[in-house]
Each structure stands twice: as C-alpha cells, then as structure tokens.
C-alpha cells in the first residue's frame, strides 16, 4: 500500500501558524493565564466563661485589696472606686481576624445601691492576659488598650439572670491584631469607674466562687479566612457540686421576711454556716455557728429599728447582725444581742443570726420599728 507524503508547503504552513502563539507566549514568561483562587472568609462564634477562682476579681482602689475570691465582682463604687478583672483561657482566634461583635454577659445577683453606674470596658494591652493571682500584677495596675466601651447601667436587672454589655468588639479587635497574638492565647477585660460615676452607683454581679456556671462569659463573632477546626475545644466549665449559696456569703435565697413589730421564733442549726467574720462591722468576732437570714425591707426614711435575740438555751452565744447585702463587707452593725439602728433609709436590710465560737440552736427574734415622718400632717379642729 502506497503512502503519500505531505506536501512540503502545507507542512510548512502548518508549522507557521503553530508557531506565533507559542513564541508569544514564550517571550511573556506565560504558558497560560494564572487563575488565583479567592478565599471565602468563614464567620464563626465562640463562647468562652471565666474558668478558674483568680481568672475574676475586684479591686478595692484606696488599699489595694485584690478580692478574686469573693463571691461577687463588685462593679462601680460604693465607699471607693473598684477596678475588676475577668480573664478568658484559650481563645481560639487567629491573629488578625476581623471580629464582627463581642459582648460580655454578667449575673445578676441582687444588690444595685444606686443608679445610673457609669464604668467603661478595655483590655488588658497584652499578648496573653496572664491570671489575676496575689502573685500576678492588680488589675487596676495592668496597661490598657487604647479602645475602650462606656456603658451606663440606668436599670436594675431582675435579680438572679444574665444581663449584656454593650458591643465591645473594638476591644477585643485591637487585642486580635496585636502582632504576638496567637490562638489559644488568653484575653483579660478591664472594667473601671468612669470619671463621673459617683460614689455608691454600685451593683454586684456573681463570679467564679459563687458558682462556677454563672461566671462572666463572652461570646464573639468574627471572620477570618483561615480553615475553622471542626472540633473546637469549648470553654464550659465542668459541673461541680458547689453548693448555693456558697461559703463567704448570706444565703440570701433562703432568707426569712421579717416584718417590723413581730416575733419569730426559728433554730439556727438548720441553717448552713457560710459566713465565719463580718469584716465590715465586727471583724474580730468568730462567728463559726451556723447562721439564719432574714430579709427586712423598709418602705420609709428615718425609720428607727430595734432587733432583740432571745435564745433558748442561755448557755449558746448567738449575735445579730444588719447587712445591706449577703456580704460581710456590707455589714452596717453587729450586737450581742439587741441591736438598736436609727434613721435607716427605705430600702432592702437583711439580718443574720449567728454563733460565737460555734454556737447554735433555739432562739426568738423580736422586731420594732418607729418611723419619724418629717412633715406630720395637722389639721386644725373646726368649731361649730
């Protein structure tokens, strides 16, 4: 079978036309157009509480006091400024992300003496916020960021529920962009007194020691165009059997009203003893005996109070004592056993009964009030 050959002139100009483009492309450095894939960036949110004792605090400005241990954080100022620390572990958010929203969430435990609170939210300026620990620098000692959040608290939450602040994200941001920011790294918020907050614009809010699952969280979301791990650690604390309300504090939960001019009879041994020193008022008494609550509310100022302990047994040395709040902080007056206070505003008291040097058992409690009205009012008797 005969092959034909091709003809020389259609090879060569098959050879020609083939040439151009690949010597083009050739001078350009290009085989083919590069295609640069777009990364789509991936939002995601973590919720993170504080995880240990020292990881929140309040610091009592005028001594320095560093109060991690409370089983509250006290937010504003009462007698002095505080400054409080709340500490989130391993946060798994890479350096540079764009954080979209952030909000930090408190409990409500009870107590706001007055409003508007007027604080803001910073950071600590640092790669990774290190515990706030007696060994470690105060919160109120440690370098900020340069982004802050004011927040004015106009309201008392319901008592015992989780209430917001507002969005913090620049906050958390400038922290995230910090050139040493690595993930996992830990992340302290700031709280301060804003220049007009004024004394006794206060309220307290729970912390670790009170029960760890309604310490302060922290929820953020933000985007990035890294790969997310499709296990991400959580931060939520492993169940625990602390008891409520736990050792430091009134268990004002449980607390018996007590009306004004009435009499109760009750038995300290079936109550907890949580508080061991009311610091406030008299710090040197043991008060290692369980301890019964009872909750007064006044309705109107300058109202005198007498409280009188009866106990059945003359032998157990019970005291009575008068609290603003469930801390011994707040302790206004601590008697033998009869305590006279007048004056006292309206307003919420509680009083506790308690044992020196372990003392328990029956007891009567007797109340009276007396209020002094400013203005009484007279009406001139009319004639006939």
């Known amino acids: 079978m005969k092959r034909f050959a091709i003809p020389t002139l259609i090879l060569t100009t098959i050879i020609l036309l083939t040439l151009p483009p690949l010597l083009s492309r050739a001078r350009t450095g290009q085989l083919a157009p590069a295609v640069t894939p777009t990364a789509t960036p991936i939002t995601n949110t973590i919720s993170l509480q504080v995880q240990a004792s020292e990881d929140d605090t309040s610091v009592r400005l005028t001594t320095g006091e560093n109060r991690y241990d409370w089983s509250y954080i006290r937010i504003g100022a009462s007698e002095t400024d505080y400054v409080n620390g709340i500490r989130f572990q391993n946060i798994d958010i890479p350096q540079g992300s764009r954080i979209i929203q952030a909000k930090l969430s408190l409990y409500y435990g009870e107590w706001t003496r007055d409003t508007p609170i007027r604080v803001q939210i910073l950071a600590d300026d640092t790669d990774s916020a290190r515990s706030f620990a007696d060994s470690e620098p105060l919160a109120s000692q440690r370098p900020v960021t340069s982004a802050a959040v004011g927040w004015e608290i106009t309201y008392s939450p319901p008592n015992y529920t989780w209430f917001d602040s507002p969005d913090i994200s620049s906050v958390v941001q400038e922290i995230i962009n910090r050139p040493g920011w690595q993930q996992g790294n830990a992340l302290a918020l700031i709280i301060q007194n804003a220049t007009n907050n004024e004394l006794n614009h206060y309220l307290d809010v729970l912390s670790y020691d009170f ?26 604390p492993t169940p625990t059997n602390t008891p409520t309300p736990a050792p430091g504090r009134l268990a004002i939960e449980q607390a018996v009203a007590l009306s004004c001019n009435a009499r109760y009879v009750d038995n300290t041994q079936t109550w907890n003893n949580n508080v061991i020193a009311y610091t406030a008022c008299r710090p040197t008494w043991p008060e290692t005996g369980p301890e019964t609550v009872y909750r007064l509310e006044l309705p109107y100022d300058n109202t005198d109070i007498q409280l009188q302990i009866f106990p059945d047994d003359p032998a157990q040395d019970l005291d009575i004592f008068l609290l603003t709040s469930a801390y011994p902080d707040d302790c206004l007056q ?17 009083v506790a009964v308690d044992g020196y040097n372990g003392a328990a058992g029956a007891f009567t409690l007797v109340s009276s009030c007396t209020v002094h009205f400013e203005h009484a009012l007279y009406l001139p008797m009319m004639k006939r």
């Open 211 to 236: 029960k760890p699952d309604i310490s302060p969280k922290l929820e953020i979301v933000y985007e990035t165009n890294l790969p997310i791990p499709t296990s991400t650690p959580t931060n939520t």
């Open 334 to 350: 601590g008697a033998d056993a009869s305590l006279t206070r007048p004056k006292m505003d309206a307003g919420i008291y509680y």
